[in-house]
């Protein structure tokens, strides 16, 4: 099965702008829609990004997201404290089987 | 508000089943597919299938076909997960999940997350 690769970890300052990528192929991010998540510690994962870019409400502006053929990016800026967390992008792959693929996570560290 | 309360942490044998609810108030139940995801112990996320809630059609991960079944039973809005066969590696916290989409949009697969549940934690061990 297809994988949808992120680093383990990022880290940036308060107020910078910070990239996660997410790496696919043509079997899903290529074919399919991404999705973000947001998680902290021992809680459930949080909604960011539907359709690719498409944020929920409640959602801040500073998070945005794209996509480019295989790939995906989710950026923050004006970065908090509060946005340390684990960052899981997620996207239908449609190669062997048809699942809903996650990243492994990145975690984001404000230093 | 729409919530989805899971059912308490469970500690099961190699071999047995367990069986995970999730109980829904705030929204139409019969609207949305539920989903059931699970992540083991400092690892990421995994997808294993969806419910509807009104006629209870299933899709399931193909890794987990022939030990997974999800049902639902609408009189108490509550969808339910059960693993059969269960080893030491489906040791995870289980969440269940509203889809806000209909699963299509624009001609492509549409799901997307929102709320989940607070999670279940199964442990498998002898």
């Known amino acids: 099965q297809s994988v949808l690769t992120q680093p383990p970890s990022v880290s940036a300052s308060p107020g910078q702008r910070v990239t996660i990528s997410c790496s696919g192929s043509?079997?899903?991010?290529?074919?399919?829609?991404v999705y973000w998540y947001q998680q902290f510690p021992a809680t459930a994962p949080k909604l960011l990004i539907y359709?690719?870019?498409q944020r929920p409400s409640g959602v801040p502006e500073r998070f945005t997201a794209s996509k480019s053929d295989t790939s995906a990016s989710l950026a923050i800026t004006g970065l908090r404290s509060e946005d340390e967390a684990d960052y899981y992008c997620?996207?239908?792959?449609?190669?062997?089987?048809?699942?809903?693929?996650f990243g492994g996570g990145t975690k984001l560290t404000v230093l | 508000q729409v919530q989805l309360v899971q059912s308490g942490a469970e500690m099961k044998k190699p071999g047995a089943s367990v069986k995970v609810s999730c109980k829904t108030s705030?929204?139409?139940?019969?609207?949305?597919?539920i989903h059931w995801l699970r992540q083991a112990p400092g690892q990421g996320l995994e997808w294993m299938g969806w419910?509807?809630?009104?006629?209870?059609?299933?899709f399931y991960a193909q890794k987990f076909q022939g030990r997974v079944t999800m049902t639902t039973d609408a009189a108490i809005r509550t969808v339910y997960m059960e693993l059969s066969g269960l080893r030491s590696d489906d040791t995870a916290v289980y969440y269940c999940?509203?889809?806000?989409?209909?699963?299509?949009?624009?001609?492509?697969?549409?799901?997307?997350?929102?709320?989940w549940g607070q999670g279940t934690l199964v442990t498998v061990s002898s």
């Open positions: 419910v509807t809630p009104s006629r209870g059609d299933t």
């Open positions: 043509s079997s899903n991010i290529g074919r399919n829609y």
């Open positions: 997620a996207a239908w792959d449609e190669s062997l089987t048809t699942v809903l693929l």
């Open positions: 705030g929204y139409i139940f019969s609207g949305s597919y």
């Open positions: 999940a509203r889809d806000r989409s209909s699963g299509w949009y624009a001609g492509l697969r549409d799901n997307w997350f929102d709320p």
């Open positions: 359709r690719n870019n």
